[in-house]
């Protein structure tokens, strides 16, 4: 599995192996300013001696991708450690996940649109936060094209029906006064890569991509017409978890929320870090990576909060898509109080 180690994390190691070390002879503990300390109350040295044991947590989510970039840096930065989180991170295809989910093999995914889907259909599961409030992903096209409505008539490559790809393909036409596979043709080619492959060969005419493609195409000439995240919300990547989980174990519940909630924090705070990340991810030069930050960033939560208008927009999607039991409400299948609850305990947005 993919990992990396961040100083942060080092820096926690280090300091709990230092106070456990230290606990045999508390009376020798160095002071703030590099003294000696006095002798610690026997509470204390126990306190010290004993540190609260990391819980081991395990999360699924679908793919290596900046989709889940807060869930990585919350990782990496050591937030989920300070909240007492031991995260076991796997890789995890989406309907491998929920199964697992049901199975009480994995804690909580964060496929956001597939827990949904699956509430709809009777599973027990909750959305409780979103760290994508939008989806990331780019409509390009040829350079003769200006515009959104000068596409009436011709073809956009999306990944597959049915998915978000498709889902933000029509959200956007919808927006601009066309209507998908009538006003304009969405022809499923693949996966990201073989979309632009595709408007390179010229064989279509434009592409709903994700990042980095995008910036890649803008380089050799191509339009960028839509961001996105500045007219869809959608939520993309988010925790979901068992109902029975979200009512006996709500306080570890609301600590995965808040290691989650710090690191979108981080991302707005310290763009260098969040960018070290995405280069990481992609493969890419810093330069390339900050661009996609850029990007990126419109689409992140402030708050971590399921926003109920993109919650009903993937449930009016659903719905149009397939029959579903009705009534599909936001409180069927998410809760909100969980990361209200975390904002509010770790105070205002930096």
Not at 144 to 168: A, K
């Amino acid at each position: 599995m993919w990992s990396r180690v961040s100083p942060l994390t080092v820096l926690v190691a280090v300091s709990l192996l230092v106070a456990a070390c230290g606990a045999s002879n508390p009376s020798q503990a160095l002071s703030a300013g590099g003294g000696v300390a006095a002798p610690a109350t026997a509470q204390g040295a126990a306190d010290t001696a004993t540190p609260r044991p990391l819980e081991k947590v395990r999360i699924g989510y679908p793919s290596r991708s900046v989709t889940f970039l807060s869930m990585l840096l919350a990782r990496d930065q050591g937030y989920f450690q300070q909240e007492g989180i031991d995260p076991d991170l796997s890789q995890i295809k989406t309907n491998v996940g929920i199964t697992a989910l049901l199975n009480g093999e994995l804690d909580y995914t964060e496929s956001v649109g597939t827990n949904i889907r699956s509430a709809l259909q009777g599973a027990p599961i909750k959305t409780v936060m979103t760290s994508m409030r939008a989806p990331v992903f780019v409509l390009v096209a040829r350079p003769e094209f200006t515009s959104v409505e000068q596409l009436r008539g011709h073809t956009v490559g999306i990944t597959n029906f049915g998915g978000s790809n498709d889902q933000t393909a029509q959200l956007i036409f919808e927006h601009f006064g066309l209507e998908p596979q009538k006003d304009v043709q969405l022809v499923p080619v693949g996966d990201a890569p073989v979309q632009y492959e595709v408007l390179k060969q010229g064989q279509i005419d434009s592409i709903v991509v994700s990042l980095p493609f995008p910036l890649l195409a803008q380089r050799e000439g191509y339009r960028l017409l839509v961001n996105a995240p500045d007219i869809v919300s959608m939520p993309l990547a988010g925790l979901g978890t068992l109902q029975t989980t979200l009512d006996t174990r709500r306080d570890q519940v609301k600590r995965v929320v808040k290691a989650e909630i710090q690191a979108l924090d981080h991302i707005r705070t310290h763009p260098d870090d969040a960018i070290a990340l995405i280069a990481d991810l992609f493969e890419t030069d810093q330069a390339t990576a900050r661009d996609a930050y850029t990007y990126l960033l419109p689409s992140f939560s402030e708050d971590g909060a399921p926003e109920r208008a993109g919650v009903e927009t993937i449930l009016k999607l659903e719905q149009e898509d397939g029959p579903t039991p009705a009534p599909a409400t936001y409180e069927q299948v998410a809760d909100a109080s969980v990361a209200a609850e975390a904002r509010a305990e770790l105070g205002p947005r930096p």
